[in-house]
């Protein structure tokens, strides 16, 4: 019972509410090729050796992450992108990924969103002289780029790879 200046009220429940099943038609169109699209591509840049594909530890070098989403669903999106590469020896070595050497935090863009953002990411990732262990040096290792988007914190089926050859680490020659 609730009082309501000075008179009396009795509240009842109402009868539940039976409701219409959802059987009105809605229409996903996906995956269309027109509405959502992504390209993407790594590359290693700005080393000495490049035709040879020789990276000295001491060589500097940029890991240059692009992606180009197309498709008018991207933007009902917002996405936080993480980048990485993967180094596999070739024979005996060490697998390792670049974000453990320089930084997980520098691989994510954070915060895309499809309404404000650009549809064109480029992420380059600047590595320093000597961030390649010397232990490493003297393998050979085949280099995958990987990209994956995370919604709420959560992956949200939006990854790809890219391999990108077989690169070898050195030492440089000391000389007398």
Known sequence: ?????????????????KLDP?????????????ALRAYWDVDII???DQKHRVIEANDPFTVLF???????L????RVDWWFDLGFAPIGAGKNFDLSDLVGKDRF??????GCESGRDITLPIEVPRNTIPTEYCGTVYTCTGRVQG????????????????QFDFTQPVIED
Do not use: H
Request: neutral net charge.
């Open 22 to 34: 959802l059987d009105g038609k809605f229409s996903i169109d996906l995956p269309s090729e027109r």
């Open 108 to 113: 994510w863009v954070k915060g895309w969103n």
């Open 74 to 77: 991207w933007s009902c999106m």
């Open 150 to 165: 995370y919604c709420c914190g959560k992956t949200a089926g939006l990854s790809g790879f890219e391999p990108i050859g």
């Open 46 to 48: 700005g080393y000495e």
């Open 1 to 17: 019972m609730a009082t309501t200046n000075g008179s009396t009220a009795v509240l009842t429940r109402p009868e539940p509410v």
């Open 66 to 72: 692009r992606l180009q989403l197309a498709g008018s």
